[in-house]
T-cell receptor, first 113, second 109 residues
Framework: DGGITQSPKYLFRKEGQNVTLSCEQNLNHDAMYWYRQDPGQGLRLIYYSQIVNDFQKGDIAEGYSVSREKKESFPLTVTSAQKNPTAFYLC????????????FGPGTRLTVT | GENVEQHPSTLSVQEGDSAVIKCTYSDSASNYFPWYKQELGKRPQLIIDIRSNVGEKKDQRIAVTLNKTAKHFSLHITETQPEDSAVYFCAASDNDMRFGAGTRLTVKP
């Protein structure tokens, strides 16, 4: 399944708490992405990173933060500032910045109550 | 930035019939157009892709066509089977990839 993992599969948090979602890949890919998936809205880009120690905001970055300290890891923090954090979060990676297939992780379903 | 629209949002066909899903994009710089299939509770997986220098590509029962002038591309599935039931996403990419909202395809046996 491509060597990209996300943990945990299900995550439950109380409103007001920050939570960090893990994404790891052993594909030696340069580029990594975080998407949020809501019913009927497809995949919306939160943040992406094309190289270690660098990342850019996507279309819906507000309330989220990321880091890229290692090539294989791209954790996403959902902060208390995110108004509607309950969603399915997908991480993806791509070999480099040229066009090509993105490989997806299995996803984390976050529920905030 | 890129905006991708996908139609229809739901599609129901009888087993053996063909299914067609259409997408339009806004950024003329986009040059890579993948299609992903996502089964319930699973990760999206690439089923076919096309680059802007090609008008059509086929892989067994799946084909994709691209009209760069009109900025639209389509997925065609022939001889549909119940296991084709899933959500299908189109995407358009120059550097960043943007996805359509998805089409839920149901193939009735």
């Amino acid at each position: 399944d491509g060597g990209i993992t996300q943990s945990p599969k299900y995550l439950f948090r109380k409103e007001g708490q920050n939570v960090t979602l893990s994404c790891e890949q052993n594909l030696n890919h340069d580029a990594m992405y975080w998407y949020r998936q809501d019913p009927g809205q497809g995949l919306r880009l939160i943040y992406y990173s094309q190289i270690v120690n660098d990342f850019q905001k996507g279309d819906i970055a507000e309330g989220y933060s990321v880091s890229r300290e290692k090539k294989e890891s791209f954790p996403l923090t959902v902060t208390s500032a995110q108004k509607n954090p309950t969603a399915f979060y997908l991480c993806a990676s791509k070999r480099d910045t040229r066009i090509g297939e993105q490989y997806f992780g299995p996803g984390t379903r976050l529920t905030v109550t | 930035g890129e905006n991708v629209e996908q139609h229809p949002s739901t599609l129901s066909v009888q087993e053996g019939d063909s299914a067609v899903i259409k997408c339009t994009y806004s950024d003329s710089a986009s040059n890579y157009f993948p299609w992903y299939k996502q089964e319930l509770g699973k990760r999206p997986q690439l089923i076919i892709d096309i680059r802007s220098n090609v008008g059509e590509k086929k892989d067994q029962r799946i084909a994709v066509t691209l009209n760069k002038t009109a900025k639209h591309f389509s997925l065609h599935i022939t001889e549909t089977q119940p296991e084709d039931s899933a959500v299908y996403f189109c995407a358009a990419s120059d550097n960043d990839m943007r996805f359509g909202a998805g089409t839920r395809l149901t193939v009735k046996p």
